[in-house]
């Protein structure tokens, strides 16, 4: 098993920035692949970027040029730096880990189901965005 403890949500002004952390503990060596999800109430949970156990990156369209993610192994901890936050960023944010080597396929599946395949999550931080 794996245990995903996410920090860093708040409320923000558009144009602003935070920073995300999901520290995993636990089975840690199953984490081959981290990413972030997020989910507005009412709506589908959708993927926002991952990287890969070789370190690939992936990024949804939405997130391209705001959003950077990195982990830091020696830590067992997943960063999401997100700057120019707009006000359709609010949501809930997911940290994911995975044993598969990536979860691109499913980061970039859009809005649906596909999350479902992700066999750990953390318990979610807010984020919200005022204009």
């Known amino acids: 098993q794996v245990q995903l403890v996410e920090s860093g949500g708040g409320s923000v002004q558009a144009g602003g920035s935070l920073v995300l952390s999901c520290t995993a503990s636990g089975n840690t060596y199953i984490t081959n692949s981290m990413g972030w999800f997020r989910q507005v109430p009412g709506k589908q949970r959708e993927g926002v970027t991952s990287?890969?156990?070789?370190?690939?990156?992936t990024y949804v369209d939405a997130a391209k040029g705001r959003f950077t993610i990195s982990k830091d192994n020696a830590k067992n901890t997943l960063y999401l730096q997100m700057n120019s936050l707009k006000p359709e960023d609010t949501a809930m944010y997911y940290c994911?880990?995975?044993?598969?080597?990536?979860?691109?396929?499913?980061?970039?599946?859009?809005?649906?189901?596909?999350?479902?395949?992700?066999?750990?999550w953390g318990q979610g931080t807010q984020v919200t965005v005022s204009s």
């Open positions: 990287i890969d156990s070789d370190g690939t990156t």
């Open positions: 994911a880990a995975d044993p598969r080597p990536s979860m691109s396929s499913t980061v970039l599946a859009g809005p649906g189901y596909a999350w479902q395949k992700v066999g750990y």
